[in-house]
């Protein structure tokens, strides 16, 4: 009996090494890289916008959460950049994941050139949003721009604008550029959950008399279920987190009217050197983000 104990204790060391001690041996590099990479860029963030600091001068001035209480009481372009977001959020889950799915449909069938389209309506989607942005600049151009040029031909003059400088419609040109880049990945992930859809099951509403938009609505559309997850979850994150193209195509002009947190954030913290303010934006930013990430990686987690 006692030789059974001494032996239960011995095995009692080896055991923890074995699931305790050697799975975090191997996690330890990950869990470093992370925590520099990421977990202290964010709490540094979070601490300097708690302070007046212009970003060079050796002294900051503690404020507390006064950077907050100025964005949200004295800071006007805050709240255009805020409801910009909001705006740019609400289409960007309507309009590029409504063509990806559109274009998935399309192009789910095996027919002659098949391949070539679903290469051409995602080739968008590798370039750089900066480089759509110029793209884009150059077709809204007021006088030699594709954009203006098309509608002269087609006897629409009247329809001609100085796209990027028209207040009222400036955000959604170039929200226009942006849905043409972000359309691919929608299409590419929906191309990939059609592609686990029994054909069985479809076979079998088209024979219980089902047409073909009844069997998307009550058949295709429930199975997709999880990409469409998956598709929203990165839509919304990616949507706060513009940036890019709102700096090359309007410098988040005119008037600050383009202006969304990202460009904002930027801006209050290399043109402005108000750091804190930036940081503070930052880290709002991050909130915002933890709405649409909780959620999503909680409903994952549960359906494993």
Known sequence: MADTSLETRRRLPRKLKDEVLVPWLFLAPAALIFAIVLVYPMAYSSWLSLFRWDGVSPDSLWVGLGNYVELFTRNRVFWIALKNNVIWSLLSLVVPTGIGLALALALEGRFRGSAFFRSVF??????????????????????????????EVFGLSGLERNWLSDPKISLYSVFVAAAW?????????????????????????????????????????????????????????????????????????????????????????????????????????????LVFAVPYTRHMVRSR
């Open 122 to 151: 995602y080739f968008p989607a590798i370039l750089s949003m900066s480089i759509v942005g110029l793209i884009w600049s150059w077709m809204y151009h007021p006088s030699l721009g594709l954009v203006n040029q098309m509608l």
């Open 181 to 289: 880049h972000n359309a691919g990945l929608p299409m590419l992930l929906f191309l990939a959950g059609l592609q686990t859809i029994s054909k069985e099951v479809l076979d079998a509403a088209r024979i219980d008399g089902a047409g073909r938009f009844q069997r998307f609505w009550h058949v295709t559309f429930p199975l997709l279920r999880e990409t469409t997850m998956v598709v929203v979850a990165i839509t919304a994150i990616n949507s706060l987190k513009v940036y890019d193209i709102i700096y090359v195509m309007t410098y988040g002009g005119p008037a600050n009217r383009t202006q969304v947190l990202g460009s904002w954030m930027y801006f209050l913290t290399y043109n402005h050197n108000d750091v804190g303010l930036g940081t503070a934006i930052a880290v709002i930013l991050f909130l915002l983000t």
